[in-house]
C-alpha cells in the first residue's frame, strides 16, 4: 500500500471513529438526563478516544512523511 493510501485509509478510519465518539457521547447524555447508569458507555467513549488519538497521530506521521 502506497503511502499515500494509507494516508486516505487512516483518515477514512478517523472519520468513522469521530462519528462512533460522536454517538456514544450522544448516548452518555440521554443516560445522564434520564439518570441511568453510564460507566459502560463511558468506558466504550475513552477506547474510541484512544484509538482517535493513536490513529490521529499515525496519520500525522504519514502526512509529514508526504512533505
Known amino acids: 500500500m502506497s503511502s499515500k493510501a494509507e494516508l486516505a ?3 477514512e ?3 468513522i471513529l469521530a462519528e462512533q ?3 456514544l457521547i450522544d448516548v ?10 453510564t460507566g459502560a458507555a463511558r468506558g466504550k467513549t475513552e477506547i474510541l478516544e484512544n484509538l482517535m488519538r ?3 497521530a ?3 506521521r ?6
Open 58 to 60: 499515525r496519520q500525522s
Open 13 to 15: 478510519q478517523v472519520s
Open 62 to 67: 504519514l502526512r509529514n512523511f508526504l512533505h
Open 54 to 56: 493513536k490513529l490521529h
Open 28 to 37: 452518555i447524555s440521554r443516560q445522564t438526563e434520564d439518570g441511568a447508569d
Open 21 to 23: 465518539v460522536f454517538s
Open 9 to 11: 485509509a487512516v483518515r
